[in-house]
């Protein structure tokens, strides 16, 4: 399935533990419970995550790393070869239509 034209995809487990409805015709979404809701039943298997809590242990050092690989791409203005920066660096004149 392509989805690179979908600006956001809901599974059907957020639609259960968010209590979605969605309507088409006329235009709406309902979300009746802003708390996400615990999974239940016979079907349901949970599955645990446990490469967040390795991840969250790693997590300060990982964005220490970051900071320093990527400290060349966040330069002040006067480290870079842009033009100096002016009180007013250009103006668009506005047509007053009903002039």
């Known amino acids: 399935m392509n989805i690179n034209n979908y600006d956001l995809i809901l599974d059907t487990p957020f639609f259960y533990q968010h209590k979605l409805s969605i309507l088409l015709n006329p235009s ?6 802003d708390i996400s809701l615990l999974m239940e039943g016979k079907w349901v298997t949970a599955i645990p995550l446990c490469m967040a809590d390795v991840l969250n242990k790693q997590l300060e ?6 900071r320093v690989e990527a400290q060349d791409l ?9 033009p100096l920066m002016r009180a007013v660096n250009h103006t668009i004149p506005l047509i007053d239509k009903k002039a």
């Open 61 to 66: 050092n990982l964005q220490k790393q970051l």
């Open 28 to 33: 709406q979404v309902t979300v009746r419970s």
């Open 74 to 82: 966040f330069k002040s203005a006067s480290e870079t070869a842009l």
